[in-house]
């Protein structure tokens, strides 16, 4: 983690903690987790009460097995659960490959929920998806701008999934994460094609 100045810091992913197969970037309660598994890896986990659990593959598919059964995800979408306070696991498919996927947790206020799967189906009019309220994932060219403005300063946790990425003047690497204090507006330009850009409300 980097302090940059009293409203920012920058989390490079070169200094990120390692537990349990993972990569590990947290802050005020949102805990992201970047795992590597290898074939026939299983990880078990226990979603707490108020808290939202997004799962996004990234490299192959991912087993849930969980409330609602088993399933498998797959790296067009996204599996998102509220508040079950059930346990779960996380596998690998695969027999020979190993697979890449995103764990983030954040604390909600949201009515517990059974467990959904998105689509993450863009289009070059659509560069936003909606994974939960206050919970964005962009995917951008090179060279492509965006804004998101709010009524007041509002707390933001920025994380580059693919990619490079400019945003309010800070320059982001592939897994570097932002946290900005006050922001009523995200000013963002990608510098790589098919760059990935998660955007949290904090």
Sequence with gaps: MIAMKPQSQIFLADRRKTINYSYVTS???????????NPGVVIAGHSRQGEVTIV?????????DGEGGRMLIDEKQALIWDDLKKPFRLSNPYDEDAINFIHLTLPTHKAGTESRVVGLDWSPAKCWIELHPGILLGRFQGRDEAMLQEDGQVPYFVFSIQGAFEVNHCLLQTRDGLYLQEAGLLEIEALSPDAELL???L
């Design 27 to 37: 802050h005020q309660g949102l805990v992201i987790r970047d795992y590597y598994l």
């Design 56 to 64: 996004l593959p990234y490299v192959g598919d991912v087993v849930f």
């Design 199 to 201: 955007v949290i409300r």
